[in-house]
């Protein structure tokens, strides 16, 4: 399973960013896809989930921000992050549980200046 991540960079507060996710490795539209973050000192936490069937969830202090989706023939995730607050500043990750197993891409900084 490999899942890369880009779209990252440096930003202002109140402007935006849209993340992508390539996988390869797995039947991609057969599985659920996350979006977790990491800022430094701090443990990994869920941002944003798509299902199978594209129901979504989000952490509380992204909601109305933030927007997960999905391009199954594309294998492809995608999160875009709008309204970005200096507390948005993490490195983020595309993950997926696959045969029980976590699987994390390499993340994609992003950081938010106020």
């Known amino acids: 399973v490999q899942l890369q991540a880009s779209g990252g960079g440096l930003v202002q507060a109140g402007e935006s960013l849209r993340l992508s996710c390539a996988a390869s490795g797995i039947n991609f539209r057969l599985y659920d896809m996350d979006w977790y973050r990491q800022a430094p000192g701090k443990e990994r936490e869920l941002v944003a989930g798509i299902t199978t069937d594209r129901s979504t969830r989000y952490a509380e202090s992204v909601k109305g921000r933030f927007t997960i989706s999905r391009d199954n023939i594309r294998r492809s995730l995608w999160l875009q992050m709008n309204s970005l607050q200096p507390e948005d500043t993490a490195v983020y990750y595309c993950?997926?549980?696959?045969?029980?197993?976590?699987?994390w891409g390499r993340g994609t900084q992003v950081t938010v200046s106020s």
């Open positions: 993950h997926v549980l696959f045969r029980g197993n976590d699987h």
